[in-house]
């Protein structure tokens, strides 16, 4: 008989510690079993709403059953379902503006097809427009909340990955809308658009920022790319917090040897954890310039044949320069196919005594 202290259950188990362990292992296993039911059950729930939203507007229900239709199918669906709530004519109307606001911002992207007309093109991606698993993760009153307060596809998709990321109730959701956290900060230029589909060119924009806060490096004025990279990988912890939540530093100056005798170095490469994609990065400490977007496209096209494994995302590319005029960057990456963004710097440069004494002793 053991001598620690034990709670015998009168059934005649004995709770000891590890007894105890697992049971609370047991417990943790099934409240993640609940979450993820839950999560099936209201992706369930909002694939239909969603297929429903698509129906309707394929239907053109009002214009085929009158101005009474959405009074009818609610009247219908209480019937048919009596024990089911959502069949209000408040939430059959959402479902319809739901699945309208992602449908339109889609079409609205497109570039044109040969042998398409717009209209076409339209009804076509309408047609098969099926829903972004993510938003099964998302409850259904923050998506009414989100499609009411939103005007773009982008700013819909932010609040929806924030959602997600941060667990935010309505109340805070809410609280992110009215205060346009998506419109006060500043976005980088990129061609995600056109280089990645949706909803990953939301996703891949989402990691980025404009301008990098580097006021944690102690730079001289009149320092080079060689000199703010260094100070970078010196400062890793403190870059890796500002790049954003989900980065891993792989390396610097990675050799990418093409043959014998070529060889390239990318600056900085990284890996975002959560999206599952590398990132590549070049430091430039003068204003943007259109020749480097050929070079970091080349970095990518390596990156993605010989870094991406099988279940990895496309990886992408950034620029980050010391400034950027937006058209320039718009032309540069207009005719790019790789994934790539330009975004800029602040720090505070600090001038070297010497070279002020050096400088006041030449005006004497």
């Not at 059934?11 to 000891?16: H, K, L, P």
């Not at 409850?139 to 667990?167: N, R, V």
């Not at 100056?253 to 490469?269: I, K």
Request: with cysteine.
């Amino acid at each position: 008989m053991s001598n620690t202290p034990i709670f015998v259950y009168r059934s005649g188990v004995i709770a000891d510690k590890s007894y105890v362990e697992w049971l609370s292992e047991v417990k943790r296993r099934i409240q993640r079993s609940q979450i993820k039911a839950a999560i099936r059950v209201n992706s369930a729930m909002l694939e239909f709403y969603w297929s429903l939203g698509r129906d309707i507007i394929l239907m053109k229900a009002e214009n085929k059953w009158g101005t009474g239709f959405f009074n009818q199918l609610s009247l219908d669906l209480k019937d048919l379902f009596p024990n089911q709530t959502g069949f209000s004519v408040t939430n059959l109307k959402y479902m319809k503006r739901w699945y309208a606001f992602y449908s339109e911002q889609t079409t609205n992207r497109q570039r044109p097809i040969d042998g398409l007309d717009n209209a076409e093109i339209r009804q076509r991606l309408v047609d098969e427009l099926e829903m972004p698993e993510i938003f099964g993760q998302v409850p259904w009153g923050q998506h009414i909340d989100i499609i009411s307060k939103c005007e773009k596809l982008e700013e819909a998709m932010f609040y929806i990955h924030q959602t997600i990321e941060h667990g935010w109730s309505r109340p805070q959701l809410n609280d992110g809308l009215d205060a346009k956290i998506f419109k006060t900060r500043e976005t980088v230029v990129t061609n995600f658009d056109k280089t990645l589909p949706l909803p990953q060119n939301v996703l891949a924009q989402e990691i980025l920022k404009s301008p990098y806060n580097f006021d944690f490096l102690t730079m001289r004025k009149g320092y080079d790319e060689k000199e703010l990279e260094e100070a970078l990988v010196k400062n890793v912890t403190q870059f890796l917090l500002e790049l954003g939540k989900g980065f891993a530093y792989v390396g610097r100056q990675m050799e990418l040897r093409m043959d014998e005798e070529t060889a390239f170095f990318p600056d900085l490469v990284f890996y975002h954890i959560p999206q599952k994609r590398y990132v590549i990065i070049e430091l430039k400490a003068v204003k943007f310039a259109p020749e480097f977007a050929g070079k970091l496209n080349f970095y990518v096209t390596a990156a993605d044949k010989l870094l991406r494994g099988a279940d990895d995302n496309p990886s992408v590319g950034l620029i980050i320069c010391r400034t950027a005029k937006k058209t320039i960057v718009e032309w540069s990456l207009q005719d790019i196919n790789k994934p790539l963004g330009v975004a800029t710097y602040q720090l505070q440069e600090v001038v070297d005594r010497t070279v002020i004494e050096i400088e006041q002793k030449q005006k004497e």
